[in-house]
């Protein structure tokens, strides 16, 4: 019981400045990427995500497969054996988590540094999957977080 806060309602007429508010950004330490990048002992390799936007956020669900999607259509125009390819990619999609294509998209969404195609983000994944969950736990706390004040120094 003692713990129990006071609630006081949001009063927009209070929010004098928004130009302070800003979008978090946070570095993630992805160690086990040290290799690939040849880092000696005592470095770690970092990757920059920031929070989400509300209508980013709700895009990802489909974003992924709609980006795959297009850029396939531009493979098979430009292929000789269009039924191959089309048969290739809806194996991929098919094998691909509904979930795991949501977090990749987050992922994409939320990477400042480095900037990460599609292929780059299946790849990731599939080699380093719970280093990229970490990425995406990062950037959904950022974005339950929401908007940093910034301090006037």
Known sequence: MGNEKEKVTLD?????????????????????????????????AVVKVTQLSLDIFLKSRDD????????????????????DVVDEVEKIQ?????????????????????VMSNSDLVFFSKMFPLAMNRIYDAIMKLTSQG????KNS
């Open 12 to 44: 927009l007429g209070k929010i004098k400045n928004r130009s302070n508010i800003q979008q978090r950004v946070e570095e993630v330490e992805v160690p086990e990427f040290n290799e690939l990048l040849g880092l000696e002992e005592g470095k770690v």
């Open 64 to 83: 992924l497969n709609d980006r795959i999607r297009n850029l396939l259509e531009g493979i098979v125009e430009a292929s000789a054996k269009k039924e």
């Open 94 to 114: 098919k094998k691909m988590h509904p979930e795991t294509k949501y977090r990749l998209s987050i992922i994409r969404e939320g990477l400042v540094e480095p």
């Open 147 to 150: 908007a940093n004040i910034k």
